[in-house]
């Protein structure tokens, strides 16, 4: 049992391409592609009030580190590098979402699109985020 798992090793090694496709160099960007699918998704489905400004950073600083550790590894993780550059395309736009709708006008639109006023009770809960 040993030796066919020894052969069947050496046969997958001794192709590069097979070699790359059973390595984590391949599916650990392929697993974190989640993250960057999940970003596009949310930027086209989901109202900017469900956003959260914390995490928006935390995951553009989270993508930007990545993407800086991917060309400095060797080899060099390309796969890696773009998984983490359409997340830090997709966050930085939920950030602007973000910015929009809490602080640039957003918020007081869609309540008075709604009929209500901002400093009613009912327009403070309107205003609060959700929970």
Not at 5 to 17: F, H, V
Not at 48 to 69: C, D, N, Q, W
Request: glycine share 8%.
């Amino acid at each position: 049992m040993a030796a066919a798992i020894k052969a069947l090793n050496a046969k997958i090694r001794a192709n590069k391409y097979l070699d790359y496709f059973c390595s984590t160099h391949f599916w650990g960007p392929a697993s974190n592609f989640g993250i960057p699918i999940a970003a596009v998704l949310d930027i086209t489905r989901k109202d900017p009030e469900v956003i959260s400004g914390k995490m928006t950073t935390a995951l553009v600083i989270y993508s930007a580190v990545f993407m800086r550790y991917s060309l400095a590894v060797t080899p060099k993780n390309y796969l890696l590098f773009g998984c983490h550059f359409v997340n830090e395309c997709a966050q930085l736009a939920q950030g602007y979402r973000y910015i929009q709708y809490f602080h640039n006008g957003g918020l007081e639109a869609k309540m008075a699109a709604q009929g209500v006023e901002t400093g009613t009770e009912a327009g403070k809960a309107v205003a609060e985020p959700a929970k």
